[in-house]
Nanobody
Framework: QVQLVESGGGLVQPGGSLRLSCAAS????????MAWYRQAPGKQRELVAG???????YYADSVKGRFTISRDNAKNTVYLQMNSLKPEDTAVYYC????????WGQGTQVTVSS
């Protein structure tokens, strides 16, 4: 079983930055893919960025050039560095781990507003 704990959300002005963290515990060696999703009010959850065990990285077009996903294997933590934030980035951000099963974090609110 894998457990995920997210942190780092908050309120930021347009153009600002935030860094989200997702710490994994439990059966970490089984994790093959970790990703960040987001869900805005009234919209479906969407994949923002993902990183595979072999280092392959995916970004949604809407965040390319602004967001960076990375991982620290020693800390079993995945990060999402978000720069040049826009109001349309406002959403609840969820961490997800794929390990044969699928586990979601509790979500962290990101609000971009002046």
């Amino acid at each position: 079983q894998v457990q995920l704990v997210e942190s780092g959300g908050g309120l930021v002005q347009p153009g600002g930055s935030l860094r989200l963290s997702c710490a994994a515990s439990g059966s970490n060696s089984r994790i093959v893919y970790m990703a960040w999703y987001r869900q805005a009010p009234g919209k479906q959850r969407e994949l923002v960025a993902g990183i595979a065990g072999n280092g392959n990285i995916y970004y949604a077009d809407s965040v390319k050039g602004r967001f960076t996903i990375s991982r620290d294997n020693a800390k079993n933590t995945v990060y999402l560095q978000m720069n040049s934030l826009k109001p349309e980035d406002t959403a609840v951000y969820y961490c997800n781990a794929q390990y044969g099963g699928s586990k979601w974090g509790q979500g962290t609110q990101v609000t971009v507003s002046s």
